[in-house]
Structure formats: structure tokens, C-alpha cells
């Protein structure tokens, strides 16, 4: 699988809310970087992050691809995100942040290593 169809695959899992699919495209040694700055490593527990966030039926995002470039066997995909949720009082909201992938090539797949979200003003 090449690194574009890689990047979509994994993105498509967020969109659907399919977690198997997604944690098909994990890295063992990841590690995320939420909007408050919080880290969260390894699979298991970014798995059961995105697990508690696929249950909520409110969220959806809309992604601009920024950035895309594939050294070796690192590749990286830079997005801004539109996202849309309700808060906890039924109230709308969107948010704008930049979304930061990084992938290694670990034999023939494509898995996230790092991501990166960051508030955008």
C-alpha cells in the first residue's frame, strides 16, 4: 500500500467510526497529542480514546489537506480540520485545528507513529 492510500485509509476509520479498521493503521508505539496539550501513548490507550469518541454521534470534521510529503520510510499529512460537536448542554460548536499525521513504513504497511492536533485561532 502506498503512503496517499494509507493516509486515507486510516482517515476513512475516523470518519466511520470504525475502530478495528483504525487500529489497523496504529502503530504499537504511538503517540497522540490532544487540543489541551495531553499525551497519550501506546495503542491500547489511544485505542480506547478513539473508542469513548466514536460512541458520540454529535462530531464531524471536515479536513483540508495542507501538506503531504514521504521521505524514506516516514511520511507525513498536515490538515486543517473544521470540526463540529455539541457540548455537554446540547450547545453547537466548531473548532478549527491542525492536524499533524505521522506514519512509518513497517514492512509493506503505513502505520501512525505520531498525532499532532493543535488549535488554530
Request: with cysteine; hydrophobic share 35%; charged share 25%.
Amino acid at each position: 500500500m502506498d503512503f496517499a492510500t494509507a493516509v486515507d485509509r486510516h482517515l476513512a476509520a475516523v470518519t466511520d467510526r470504525d475502530l478495528d479498521t483504525y487500529l489497523k493503521t496504529v502503530h504499537e508505539d504511538v503517540s497522540l497529542v490532544l487540543l489541551d496539550g495531553r499525551l497519550v501513548e501506546g495503542r491500547t490507550a489511544v485505542g480506547d480514546l478513539h473508542r469513548d469518541w466514536f460512541s458520540d454521534p454529535d462530531w464531524s470534521w471536515h479536513l483540508t489537506q495542507l501538506r503531504s510529503s514521504e521521505q524514506g520510510d516516514t511520511g507525513i499529512a498536515l490538515f486543517a480540520v473544521d470540526y463540529d460537536d455539541v457540548d455537554a448542554n446540547g450547545k453547537p460548536y466548531t473548532s478549527r485545528y491542525l492536524l499533524g499525521l505521522t506514519f512509518a513504513r513497517c514492512g509493506g504497511d503505513w502505520l501512525l507513529i505520531h498525532d499532532q492536533n493543535t488549535p488554530t485561532p
